[in-house]
């Protein structure tokens, strides 16, 4: 049950200053690391060598 | 963001009844830490201040190198796993500093407290240095700095009471030298 709680609890905190953190920057937009690496590892995936003819 | 989830998760997968309620209620007889419960406060919302207005208005840290925020996610990662490995051995992890003789408190170990004293702190270390790179921005670095030398004081703060009033703690500190880091602190 504490355990429960404490989940619950720290869950509900990281929200709300995921939540402040938007109000401050003024935008839901902010860039986040997972996001560059995905297209990091989609921008070298791409460029694979082309063919010479 | 996704990270302080997955973390908060695994805490709680891997903490017992005993240790959540201790965190959540602690007993009796709790040192108090004005200095450090209120530089820390100060210390995070800063950083969260810093990071919103960097990322989303003032875009101080533009082209922050990739790599870098990489490299930050991975200490976070090592910073959130040792945590969890301390949480793992150590049945009296108390969010205050306190002797917690009505649970007959004894001195934790094994695992990472074989190799350092306070591998908790340690793990907030290496996330504090690393929290700024995740997000890449380079002004959020600094408050964080803030924190780890907080943390150090309310080590030095925690290891006095544990000397005066843990049974064994100075035989342990004996055989284990190093606080945060070995054969530096």
Redesign the interface.
């Known amino acids: 049950m504490m355990r429960l709680v404490t989940f619950v609890a720290g869950t509900a905190f990281l929200v709300l200053a995921g939540a402040a953190m938007f109000l401050i920057a003024g935008t839901p937009n902010l860039p986040s690391v997972w996001l560059r690496l995905a297209r990091q590892s989609w921008r070298c995936a791409c460029s694979s060598p082309r063919r010479a003819w | ?2 990270l ?2 997955l973390f ?2 695994a ?2 997968v891997t ?1 017992s ?1 005993e240790v ?2 201790e ?2 209620k602690p007993g009796p007889g709790a040192r108090p830490e004005p200095v450090y419960n209120a530089g820390a406060t100060v210390a995070w919302i800063a950083h ?2 810093i ?3 960097d ?3 003032f875009h101080w840290s533009a082209g922050f190198p ?1 790599w870098l ?2 490299v ?2 991975i200490v976070m990662l090592a910073g959130l796993g040792l945590v969890v490995w301390a949480l793992r051995h150590n049945e009296y992890l108390s969010a205050r500093i306190r002797i917690q003789g009505e649970r007959g408190q004894r001195v934790a170990t094994t695992g990472p407290y074989a190799l350092i004293r306070h591998p908790n702190y340690a793990g907030g270390v290496l996330m504090g240095l690393s929290s700024g790179l ?3 921005s380079w002004p959020a670095i600094v408050p964080m700095l803030l924190w780890i030398g907080l943390l150090a004081y309310r080590t030095r703060n925690e290891e006095r009471v544990l000397f005066a009033g843990l049974a064994g703690y100075s035989e342990y500190a004996g055989r284990v030298r190093y606080r945060f880091l070995p054969g530096v602190w």
């Open positions: 963001m996704a302080r989830v908060t998760a805490c709680v903490m009844e959540a309620r965190r959540l969260v201040l990071v919103s207005l990322l989303g208005r990739l925020q990489a930050g996610v995740v997000f890449g």
